[in-house]
């Protein structure tokens, strides 16, 4: 009896060391990234580049494992970058945001190097990566039945300042840039104001001599204007 019971214990623990040597031999591994949402669209043809500044959306990266197959969510622990980073960013988090300086599209990847397994197991290194598309729409200066051109405003010198538009649809603080969308052949006036103690100096791009204030742009296509406070 004595004997057949270590004999059973024997094999047991014989069992044992198989699965766990086999289990060893077989850890979780990561095989794939898959980045929710994978595809993103920002913007309108009658909207202005630069107004699509600042428009955020939160990504998310989602590992595929094998030993046993799983899915997590990893979106804290992928490596994120951008490929056309003047068009889109993306942060550590993985919040992409554009930066309403240029349309088109751009990839964005979330990489992990899995140099050990989920177990702690030294690996090869391989690296896994998954990839979404993001894209800006190029404004075409159409839109709402009236054709429209960007009047996009820009400033200079080491003062601050204020300008606004008539009519409205274009004004804001140093240092910008910013953009506003106006019916084709009109006359927009800008007038600047400095704040903080800084002077109104001068602008270029305007059809005014470059002293007169407020200046005077007429919206024959797509114009920029630049205001120099000191």
């Given at each position: 009896m004595n004997a057949k019971f270590l004999g059973l214990v024997a094999l047991v623990a014989t069992a044992s060391l198989l699965l766990s040597v086999a289990s060893c031999g077989r850890d979780q591994r990561l095989v794939s990234?898959?980045?929710?949402?994978a595809v993103e669209t920002v913007g309108s043809s009658n909207i202005p580049v630069m107004q699509n500044q600042g428009f955020q959306?939160?990504?998310?990266?989602?590992?595929?494992?094998?030993h046993?197959?799983?899915?997590?969510?990893?979106?804290?622990?992928?490596t994120w970058a951008s490929n056309t980073p003047q068009m889109f960013t993306v942060d550590s988090s993985g919040l992409l945001t554009a930066t309403g300086l240029a349309c088109g599209g751009t990839l964005v990847s979330a990489t992990v190097n899995t140099n050990t397994s989920a177990g702690g197991i030294n690996s090869t290194g391989a690296i896994v990566t998954g990839y979404m598309t993001a894209s800006v729409v190029c404004f075409t200066g159409s839109g709402g039945g009236n054709n429209t051109n960007a009047l996009t405003l820009t400033f200079s010198g080491s003062g601050a300042g204020t300008v606004t538009s008539n009519p409205s649809g274009l004004s804001g603080t140093s240092p910008g840039p910013f953009v506003g969308a106006f019916t084709v052949g009109s006359t927009v006036q800008l007038t600047a104001t400095g704040i903080n103690g800084s002077n109104f100096v001068s602008w270029v791009g305007c059809d005014t001599p470059g002293t007169t204030n407020p200046?005077?742009?007429?919206?024959?296509?797509?114009?920029?204007?630049?205001?120099?406070?000191?």
């Open positions: 990234i898959a980045i929710q949402p959306v939160q990504l998310r990266a989602l590992g595929s494992y094998i046993p197959p799983v899915t997590k969510d990893i979106t804290s622990e992928v200046c005077s742009v007429t919206m024959t296509g797509n114009r920029t204007v630049t205001v120099t406070f000191q």
